[in-house]
């Protein structure tokens, strides 16, 4: 009961101070943002004090290298953490933009203001920088936040909070609008997910177990982003040159992460001249390859090339493997895709002006790209300032979210008294 | 079992159908529509046969002349459900737009294209016409639709989709886009709402406890609405013609729905004034007036007017019923509708610049608007085209939502064969 009561007042006393925040101009916004920076670096001791609280608890419990790491605030991570809000701060401010307004038959004027969303509950697993860059993207779109971060590192992000919170007084945003869960019970989770008169917006992020514990335990809407089995297709014509170094990228840049391809598709023109180049650029470069039978065909099985079986289709490897299919043409491309991606980032690499506009208008995947490398499906490359997570649902947000992704439009109505027929 | 078996199956094939109408052009579309359009007209005398079916049926029961006359498919309602499909069909396509493309450093150029939601579950209650105007929107939105109305309209909305079907014939639209849930069990809900990667969002239309029921038991994305407490706050300096005008209009032009007022906000400065005006005009039509302790102490209580209670400041009418609060200011009013309010219409009807720039600003509403009657905030009167519904919840559409309500976008990515560094 106490911990419900305490989550339920937190949540409150977010929602209120959100409602301040909705109406404080930009220029206040950037000031508590700089402020919460210079915070961070000024506290930093502090922070790597507490943290180290949690490292050797994590230390003890015998968490994995990688885990203890992601876990770390070392000087680079702080500094990033600091860097991060200074440029959220140098973002445009979305609040109270309308794109356009219309008139009316009437003389009625019809616009769409962008305004805040009100209150994000962000849960998350261990990496404690999450907690100051949502703090950041959420202040700046206007958004009350109430984090909700891992166990692992309770002390780190309640160390985060407290500096943060010290950075906002004598600022113009109060400090509530920013609030840490100070409870390490799964069932917070669940309290925070029935605080549906008070939060607007869910965001998880972690793997895909907790995703599908908060979506099915939640009331208020959730942003899903389950996985990202992204494709390159490689069609007929393709530049082989352009279309070696886009699956070579987005395949190998970076293959821990969700917009890393899982699966090419090799158009079957193509294939005897294409394969073999591939199949030796990804096999130099550790890439274990998953090949369909035709691809055999050209690039017989040998070390680091296996027949696929019909559940790498569908694989999420977040490593460095990838599945290669050969298909009939577009069609089929797209009839994969349809069947085994995740809606989450696809590309088609060609030279046929008819080709990559059908592909961008049939695939509807949330990012869809031509002669690109999947690995640019990220708010920072594609403009959009920061990002606070990825939509894979197609409802309010879907692909990378930046500031506006974090805002919605209400309608305003200009009259001269108007009164309805 | 078999209701859960035929459930899935009918959304499974809305599903598949829906991929292809997201493709069809706005021809097709359009020419679709005039087919459904003509066959409701030429199959008048079997949609009034079937109605008469449920009508017999609701008559034994019992039903009120109010239910009656709503589950009617008279003559007229038969004419307005054609005529509202062609209007549909004359609106412009929102699919496939493209508003703006930006270009990064590196030269990809990044846009967001709108793309349909996929498949919409609308569930509501009495009115079959809702099952063709549903069905005439998610088509031009190029959406696929599974439709479950209230048990009393079965037969009706049965033989609706049978012509609609009938007209798809021999057009480009397959017919699955559309299909109504054949059980009139309460469980067929739950499966629908059950159906998670099949439908992307669901769209209740119907009382609270529907609606309330609705986002209980759905793992879809709800599009709510759960009452429309609107108010008119008529400012010191305000034009009292125009107040006058806007008041009436705003409260009695329909009382029965959601988007007349409730409550009239007086500044204190014009109370004197403008009180007695307001209420007489009010009375003359036959409103019954719940005042504040200032408002009876400048119009004595009397037939018609009774001092307010707490629960007046909370209430959704939807009769000739009003309530009236004298307030200091601005401020007072807004942090009244902030507490009392239900995020759907505000007014302000003021002559001030500042104060209506202000009021727009602040009230976040899903409406808001100056010197115009509540009546206003309507789909058809902002020019959105026709409207599916109205939501109050600040997630992908807030407020009327009319064919781009019923869309969403992806992102698209033209490159010339970048790569990430």
Redesign the interface.
């Known amino acids: 009961m106490e911990i419900e009561k305490r989550i339920r007042e937190l949540a409150e006393e977010v929602k209120a101070a959100s409602?301040v925040l909705?109406?404080i101009p930009a220029t206040e916004k950037d000031r508590a943002l700089s402020a919460m920076a210079a915070g961070l670096r000024k506290r930093r001791d502090f922070l790597q004090k507490e943290n180290r609280r949690d490292l050797e608890k994590a230390e003890a419990g015998g968490l994995s290298p990688a885990m203890i790491d992601r876990l770390t605030l070392s000087d680079k991570v702080v500094e990033a953490m600091a860097a991060g809000l200074e440029e959220v701060a140098s973002f445009p401010d979305p609040i109270?933009n309308v794109e356009r307004m219309?008139r009316?038959p009437n003389g009625?004027m019809?616009g769409k203001?962008r305004?805040?969303?009100?209150v994000v509950g962000m849960i998350y697993e261990s990496r404690p920088n999450v907690t100051a860059d949502a703090a950041g993207l959420c202040l700046k779109s206007g958004n009350g936040v109430i984090l909700r971060g891992g166990s692992e590192a309770f002390h780190s992000n309640m160390a985060i909070l407290e500096v943060l919170h010290e950075a906002l007084e004598g600022t113009a945003v109060p400090a509530a609008v920013i609030q840490v869960v100070p409870f390490t019970e799964r069932r917070a989770i669940n309290i925070l997910l029935a605080c549906e008169e008070q939060i607007?917006?869910i965001i998880p992020r972690g793997g895909e177990g907790l995703i599908r514990f908060v979506?099915?335990n939640s009331?208020i809407?959730v942003i899903k982003h389950y996985k990202g089995v992204c494709h390159v297709f490689v069609d007929a014509g393709a530049?082989l040159e352009?279309a070696r170094?886009?699956v070579?990228?987005?395949k190998t840049?970076r293959p821990g992460v969700c917009n890393a391809a899982e699966t090419i598709l090799v158009h079957k023109d193509i294939a005897d001249r294409f394969l073999p180049l591939m199949v030796a650029d990804l096999l130099e470069r550790g890439v274990e390859i998953r090949a369909c039978e035709e691809t055999l065909a050209i690039v017989p099985a040998a070390t680091g090339v296996q027949a696929a079986t019909e559940v790498d289709w569908d694989a999420e490897y977040l490593d460095l493997i990838v599945a290669v299919k050969v298909v009939d043409g577009l069609e089929e491309a797209i009839s994969h895709i349809?069947a085994h991606g995740s809606d989450h980032t696809e590309t088609i690499v060609t030279s046929d002006y008819h080709r990559s506009q059908e592909f961008?208008?049939?695939v509807?995947?949330?990012?869809?790209?031509?002669?690109?490398?999947t690995?640019?499906?990220d708010g920072g490359?594609?403009?959009l300032g920061a990002e606070i997570g990825i939509s894979t649902?197609?409802?309010?947000a879907?692909?990378?979210m930046g500031l506006e992704g974090l805002t919605?439009?209400?309608?305003?109505?200009?009259?001269?008294?108007?009164?309805?027929q």
């Open positions: 409602r909705a109406d109270g219309w009316r009625l019809v203001m305004i805040p969303l009100g607007d917006l979506v099915e009331r809407p530049d352009m170094r886009i070579i990228n987005a840049h349809a961008l208008r049939r509807n995947s949330s990012v869809v790209m031509v002669n690109a490398s690995r640019f499906s490359q594609m403009g649902t197609k409802l309010h879907y692909g990378p919605t439009t209400k309608y305003i109505i200009y009259g001269d008294g108007q009164i309805r």
